[in-house]
C-alpha cells in the first residue's frame, strides 16, 4: 500500500496494483481500475516515487522470504509450495454420454 494525502488533509492508503492512471490536471488524480477517482496533495512525480518504492519492497520481501542471495532472483514456480497437488484432466464425455 501507498499512502496518500487527500487535499482536505487526511491521509489513507491505495493499493498501487489497482491503479489505472495518474493525472496531473494540475490536481494530482488517482484513477483505480473500477472507475473510483481520489485527488491528492502528492504530484505525479511523488506518486510514481511512491510506486516504485513499493514495488522494491515487494521484491525485497520476496527475497527475503525465499533465501535467495543478494542479485538472484526465484523463478515464481519456486515460491508456490512443493506440497501443491498436481493438476488433472477431466475425462471427455463418450461419445454416446453427449447426446
Same mark, same amino acid.
Given at each position: 500500500? #501507498?499512502?496518500?494525502?487527500? !487535499? ?9 496494483d489497482?491503479?489505472? +492512471?495518474?493525472?496531473? $490536471?494540475? =490536481?494530482?488524480?488517482?484513477? !483505480? #481500475? =473500477?472507475? $473510483?477517482? %481520489? ?7 511523488e506518486? /510514481?516515487?511512491?510506486?516504485? *518504492? %513499493?514495488? &522494491?519492497?515487494?521484491?525485497?520481501? /520476496?527475497?527475503?522470504? /525465499?533465501?535467495?542471495?543478494?542479485? *538472484?532472483?526465484? &523463478?515464481?514456480?519456486? !515460491? +508456490? ?6 493438476? +488433472?484432466? #477431466?475425462?471427455?464425455? &463418450?461419445?454416446? *454420454? +453427449? =447426446?
Open positions: 500500500m #501507498i499512502v496518500v494525502t487527500r !487535499l482536505n488533509g487526511p491521509k489513507f492508503a491505495v493499493n498501487p489497482l491503479l489505472q +492512471r495518474v493525472e496531473s $490536471t494540475p =490536481d494530482t488524480i488517482l484513477t !483505480l #481500475i =473500477d472507475g $473510483t477517482k %481520489y485527488i491528492v496533495a502528492e504530484s505525479l512525480e506518486i /510514481t516515487e511512491l510506486v516504485v *518504492e %513499493y514495488r &522494491a519492497r515487494v521484491v525485497a520481501a /520476496t527475497v527475503e522470504l /525465499t533465501g535467495q542471495a543478494s542479485g *538472484e532472483m526465484a &523463478a515464481v514456480t519456486e !515460491l +508456490r509450495s512443493q506440497s501443491t497437488p498436481a493438476l +488433472r484432466a #477431466i475425462p471427455s464425455p &463418450a461419445p454416446s *454420454e +453427449r =447426446d
